[in-house]
Nanobody, 127 residues
Framework: QVQLVESGGGLVPAGGSPRLSCTTSRLTFSQCAMGWFRQAPGKERDFVAAISRSGGNTRYADSVKGRFTISRDNAKNTVYLQMNSLKPEDTAVYYC????????????????????WGQGTQVTVSS
């Protein structure tokens, strides 16, 4: 079945700049918009960033705009989240997700609109 696997998380000092990766398989990756979401303990899963099929359009949550960058490599079936200037409030489990029903340039921000999800990778930002 379709698989998405996140990596790159861990314990990071405040101000750090890790890069998360999400590799996919059994998925027509180039026809999927891709998104990153995060969920802190006891809270709902929230939108972080998304990117259109060919990478031309991106969208970010206000809380990460200017600090995070989403990108993709369709030849590697991989989407990335470069995180800069991390803050303790960025601590969460980060999930990648695929929007199989995306339009050519479309980006969606609701978790209910995504079709496939990875298991998540923990990012813990220390003070």
């Amino acid at each position: 079945q379709v698989q998405l696997v996140e990596s790159g998380g861990g314990l990071v000092p405040a101000g750090g700049s890790p890069r998360l990766s999400c590799t996919t398989s059994r998925l027509t990756f180039s026809q999927c918009a891709m998104g990153w979401f995060r969920q802190a303990p006891g809270k709902e899963r929230d939108f972080v960033a998304a990117i259109s099929r060919s990478g031309g359009n991106t969208r970010y949550a206000d809380s990460v705009k200017g600090r995070f960058t989403i990108s993709r490599d369709n030849a590697k079936n991989t989407v990335y989240l470069q995180m800069n200037s991390l803050k303790p409030e960025d601590t969460a489990v980060y999930y990648c997700a695929a929007d199989f029903r995306s339009t050519l340039f479309g980006i969606r921000t609701s978790k209910t609109e995504y079709d496939h999800w990875g298991q998540g990778t923990q990012v813990t930002v220390s003070s």
